[in-house]
């Protein structure tokens, strides 16, 4: 049996092992094979040595991502434990502190985590229009919201305003109770979902009562000119060629626009055509528009994604041609 102390002298031993010792908690549960006890800023590991030294790189990266944030939700402070080490570095120690694009709650950092996806940054700081088009999980969405909350932060906007197409994905919402906003939000949660991790909660709901932060359906930009935004049109394959071209011409003086899509989701009925890809061809060479592909290499969801894509890749090569009906 090999023993290992660590010390916490660099963080608030309080913040590391939790209210009654909650975070402490999760640590043994997480490790059951060793023996850890805690006394003061020490910590101390009993077992096998290979044990050990998982326990020992995990903490090490609970202790790094303290003394950069100070606080450290339990919630994190699982995902660290739980994670591997690649997967922990990417989404919470953050090795230029420079790339970061919002200081989310809880001192979760986002920023962008792949080579397309740094090209996004880079082309909406030199651009005012994006298209940032490839398949699910290469974190367009994600990314966007980012760069558009990192604006209204930094004053460079005065509103954010994200969009979607109210197109139904193969299930009919058509019968759900409440009213129109309760009927619209299901097509509307992911970009929730992703201010949920950017901005406090009590701040959002502010943002979103003085409309600093508008979420809503494509139709209802028509008739608009929108000046001093940052908008974003997500899930843009599912917008026609005039939806496309009515949302291209909202933007007013002083407005950034990012457009994500993914043309192989496309959830159009059979007898209306996507405007995603004549948008990108007929705009491709205007100064101003910057065209972003994201590929398989920027899946940043569960490992799997990364294989799925590329399966349904195969296939679709393999497919007839003509086999393809949206």
């Given amino acids: ?71 450290l939700s339990e919630n994190y402070f699982e995902q660290i434990l739980g994670g591997d080490d690649a997967e922990v570095i990417d989404n919470f120690i953050d090795k230029n502190p420079n790339e970061v694009l919002v200081f989310g709650p809880n001192g979760k950092t986002v920023r962008a985590r792949t080579a397309n996806q740094k090209r996004m940054v880079t082309a909406i700081d030199k651009n005012d229009i994006v298209f940032a088009i490839g398949p699910a ?15 209204l932060k930094n004053k460079l906007v005065k509103k954010i305003i994200l969009t979607r197409p109210a197109v139904e994905a193969g299930e009919n919402l058509g019968f759900l109770p409440g009213d129109l906003k309760e009927k619209i939000d299901p097509y509307l949660r992911p970009l929730y979902d992703a201010l949920d991790d950017m901005i406090p909660a009590d701040k959002l709901g502010y943002y979103m009562s003085t409309r600093t932060i508008e979420i809503a359906p494509l139709a209802y930009m028509r008739g608009r000119t929108l000046d001093n935004a940052f908008i974003i049109l997500d899930e843009s394959q599912n917008a026609n060629d005039l939806q496309i071209k009515m949302f291209l011409t909202r933007i007013g003086a002083n407005a950034k626009a990012i457009i994500t899509g993914d043309p192989t989701q496309v959830d159009l009925p059979r007898n209306q055509k996507s405007g995603l890809e004549k948008a990108v061809r007929i705009l491709n060479n205007i100064e101003g528009i910057s065209h972003i592909e994201l590929d398989e290499e920027d899946v940043v969801r569960h490992k799997l994604v990364k294989a799925i894509i590329k399966a349904y890749e195969k296939e679709k090569e393999n497919e007839p041609e003509g086999s393809y009906h949206r």
């Avoid at 999980?137 to 604006?151: F, S």
């Fill in 1 to 71: 049996m090999t023993e290992t102390i660590i010390n916490l002298d660099t963080v608030n031993p309080i913040e590391f092992f939790g209210v009654n010792n909650s975070k402490f908690d999760i640590l043994k549960k997480k490790f059951p094979l060793l023996k850890i006890l805690s006394r003061g800023t020490q910590i101390k590991l009993s077992g096998a040595p290979e044990q050990i030294e998982i326990a020992k790189e995990k903490i090490e990266l609970i202790i790094q991502y303290m003394e950069r944030n100070g606080h």
């Fill in 137 to 151: 999980g290469t974190g367009k969405t994600y990314t966007a919201v980012a760069l558009a909350v990192r604006a």
